[in-house]
């Protein structure tokens, strides 16, 4: 009865011995590569587990953020359209709220463009 409790395993003990390992060696001490290293010593563990033992050590989870709120708790900025180009770059929210009302000017987008080209090249 004594040898099975001497092989018994304090898996809370291994948890912050990998966590402390682990931050000797400047990397932070996460579940997952916990997990990892104590089930190649054949010690089984689960995350819930790891987290409330590493969170008694002073080791806080990362922030995540939430659907549309910044880490700040702020909401999220409009995403800003993708830029195709160096000309699209340069392009703002504003501009194309102006191009919007210059196409409806001239009864369509196709029209506006017909334009713009033909101004184009009377200007080059």
């Known amino acids: 009865m ?3 409790k001497a092989k018994e395993v304090n898996k809370s003990e291994e948890i912050r011995k990998v966590a402390n390992s682990m931050k000797a060696k400047g990397e932070k001490p996460r579940p997952v590569t916990i997990i990892t290293a104590l089930g190649k010593q054949g010690i089984e563990v689960s995350s819930p587990q790891v987290s409330m033992v590493l969170k008694r050590m002073g080791f ?3 922030k995540r953020r939430k659907g549309g709120k910044s880490a700040t708790g702020r909401p999220a900025a409009a995403k800003k359209p993708v830029a195709r180009g160096k000309a699209a770059a340069a392009i703002s929210v504003d501009d194309l709220l102006a191009a919007k009302k210059v196409a409806e000017k001239f009864g ?17």
């Open 2 to 4: 004594a040898d099975a």
């Open 60 to 62: 806080r989870p990362r």
């Open 108 to 124: 369509s987008a196709d029209q506006a463009i017909k334009v713009l080209e033909a101004l184009k090249r009377f200007e080059g």
